[in-house]
């Protein structure tokens, strides 16, 4: 199995702050890397897909890149609704692995 | 829109089977997506079990194949879930989701059901 890694863990931002989680596979996935935010209590909802693909809907302040093994997600200015838990998902192959998750909370 | 809603029992007995349904609505199932399940322990984080296309094609986590069994109801317009033989470690929330898949290994999980909580408790 692939796994994935995210660092750090959780991390305090205030609003405003620029924002970045990073995500490490153990082996190289090329681009088939995508991200996920999941507030408490409700479903995972995809962010970007294939790195660095905005899904359509998510504000323009996402952003991905990377590729191989190394990945980022960026939020360029964190806002109110943005603090949550964001996941990333290898689609390389089965199974598919998600990291472990980074909790972003208001400091 | 399409929207997915899980169904079924909220508590187990150890050693029992788990059986939820996903239904489909707002679009049909006989669509080239695929049709997955992933589930969350409390606290913790994503885990996918597996995935059915409506042939009934599938491809489940070798973690869990030998206990899991997924399905299609086409008439319906709902897949389903078994999972036997479960512990204590099979509590989460089981969330059912559409995969899209548009060519090579561009997979991603673009709509979510709600998730229902499964407790395994005697």
């Known amino acids: 199995d692939i796994q994935m890694t995210q660092s750090p863990s959780s991390l305090s931002a205030s609003v405003g702050d620029r924002v970045t989680i990073t995500c490490r596979a153990s082996q190289s996935i090329s681009n088939y890397l995508n991200w996920y935010q999941q507030n408490p209590g409700k479903a995972p909802k995809l962010l970007i897909y294939?790195?660095?693909s905005l899904q359509s809907g998510v504000p323009s302040r996402f952003s991905g890149s990377g590729s191989g093994t190394d990945f980022t997600l960026t939020i360029s200015s964190l806002q109110p609704e943005d603090f949550a838990t964001y996941y990333c998902q290898q689609s390389y192959s089965t199974p598919r692995t998600f990291g472990q998750g980074t909790k972003v909370e208001i400091k | 829109q399409v929207q997915l809603q899980e169904s079924g029992p909220g508590l187990v007995k150890p050693s029992g089977t788990l059986s939820l349904t996903c239904a489909v609505s707002g679009g049909p199932i006989s669509s080239s997506h695929w049709w997955s399940w992933v589930r969350q322990p409390p606290g913790k984080g994503l885990e996918w079990i597996g995935e059915?296309?409506?042939?009934?094609?599938?491809d489940y986590n070798p973690s869990l194949k030998s206990r899991v069994t997924m399905s299609v109801d086409k008439s319906n317009n709902q897949f389903s879930l078994r999972v036997t033989s479960v512990t204590a470690a099979d509590t989460a929330v089981y969330y059912c989701a559409r995969v899209s898949w548009v060519g090579d290994n561009l997979y991603y999980f673009d709509l979510w059901g709600r998730g229902t909580l499964v407790t395994v408790s005697s």
């Open positions: 059915i296309y409506h042939s009934g094609s599938t």
């Open positions: 294939a790195a660095s």
